[in-house]
T-cell receptor, first 114, second 111 residues
Framework: AAGVIQSPRHLIKEKRETATLKCYPI?????VYWYQQGPGQDPQFLIS???????DKGSIPDRFSAQQFSDYHSELNMSSLELGDSALYFC?????????????FGQGTRLTVV | SQKIEQNSEALNIQEGKTATLTCNYT??????LQWYRQDPGRGPVFLLL?????KEKRKERLKVTFDTTLKQSLFHITASQPADSATYLC??????????FGGGTRVLVKP
């Protein structure tokens, strides 16, 4: 079965550079989430989209932005990168349904800022 | 503020024993809670969901309970195996479809 696909798997950027992470949700899933996970921490919610519209926002820095496109894939754009942005970034998708549906996570993008 | 919390201390357990993890919630009454497993460097994987009107849910060697009086959910791994070693996360879905996690508890099953 198709899973959530993220690209790239690994990314190395220098401080002040820009990074773009991509996420391809499971077909027919209408909700996409983005998470940031630092070492030893649980995933922290950044932002979510429902049917291509932003549905909720978490602790996402102003330097970050995200959008969901007509084909439902999503991109997380990160500008003016800082050393502290180094983390695993996960995308997840789900069917909103009645609200109690599980989320399916991708394998993540490991971002290293040097 | 509304939140869910897990014991951050790692749980070391001998193979064959039952591991019990706790997820406590405060300042709200969740309609349901979800449990995920996460291996190092990989995305969380959904395990079980329990609704507030369900006392218990099972899946193979896993069991989840929901106690609205104590405001907690317990997650049990029976007959634990070294392959069960991972971090286990409880999660709630807040308004707006925002899925947030409870911090996670790392489980290490020793042979």
């Amino acid at each position: 079965a198709a899973g959530v696909i993220q690209s790239p798997r690994h990314l190395i950027k220098e401080k002040r550079e820009t990074a773009t992470l991509k996420c391809y949700p499971i077909p027919r899933h209408d909700t996409v989430y983005w998470y940031q996970q630092g070492p030893g921490q649980d995933p922290q919610f950044l932002i979510s989209f429902y049917e291509k519209m932003q549905s909720d926002k978490g602790s996402i820095p102003d330097r970050f932005s995200a959008q969901q496109f007509s084909d439902y894939h999503s991109e997380l754009n990160m500008s003016s990168l800082e050393l502290g942005d180094s983390a695993l970034y996960f995308c997840a998708s789900s069917q909103r349904g009645s609200g109690d549906t599980e989320a399916f996570f991708g394998q993540g993008t490991r971002l290293t800022v040097v | 503020s509304q939140k869910i919390e897990q014991n951050s201390e790692a749980l070391n357990i001998q193979e064959g024993k039952t591991a019990t993890l706790t997820c406590n919630y405060t300042n709200y009454s969740p309609a349901y809670l979800q449990w995920y497993r996460q291996d190092p460097g990989r995305g969380p994987v959904f395990l079980l969901l329990i609704r507030e009107n369900e006392k218990e849910k099972r899946k193979e060697r896993l069991k989840v309970t929901f106690d609205t009086t104590l405001k907690q959910s317990l997650f049990h791994i029976t007959a634990s195996q070294p392959a069960d070693s991972a971090t286990y996360l409880c999660a709630r879905k807040a308004a707006g479809n925002k899925l947030t996690f409870g911090g996670g508890t790392r489980v290490l099953v020793k042979p």
